[in-house]
């Protein structure tokens, strides 16, 4: 069994006790990602639209790192503190990945609160596009 740690100084780093990504089996497997500016490690300003951008974002960087991107990933889960702001979010969920032919398998789950104050927080599963070999 092949695995690898991926870590990326161009998305936010993941918490001392874990990993941006591990690539192993040819998946990818991403940790839950916040809408974090990368400097100050603090949840980005603009609500629940500008940081569902900011999670898509942060999500595909460190899949490129990984060797993979957002059009591969086949198993996507939102966290959300209000399914007030559930369209909200699909709007601009929707922005990135409606272009694809194939959707991701997803969950949205509603949860009282998530770390620092985020309104969201994703995490996914992708098939790894490169070899491991060549990362």
């Known amino acids: 069994m092949s695995r690898k740690t991926i870590y ?14 591990v690539v192993c089996n040819g998946m990818v497997h991403c940790s839950g990602s916040l809408a974090l500016e990368g400097k100050t490690m ?3 300003p603009g609500g629940i639209q500008a ?4 999670v898509l974002e942060n999500l595909s960087t460190i899949l490129k790192a990984a060797g993979s991107s957002l059009a591969s990933v086949i198993k996507l889960n939102i966290f959300i503190t209000s399914m007030d702001d ?11 990945f409606s272009k694809f032919d194939q959707k991701p398998c997803r969950t949205c789950i509603p949860v009282p609160q998530l770390a620092l104050g985020a309104k969201v927080e994703m995490d996914c599963v992708a098939v790894l596009e490169m070899p491991i070999a060549r990362l």
């Open 8 to 21: 990326t100084e161009d998305a936010p780093a993941a918490p001392l006790n874990a990993s941006q990504a």
């Open 86 to 96: 559930f369209k909200a979010m699909n709007e601009v969920y929707d922005k990135f």
């Open 51 to 54: 940081e569902t951008h900011r």
């Open 42 to 44: 603090q949840i980005i």
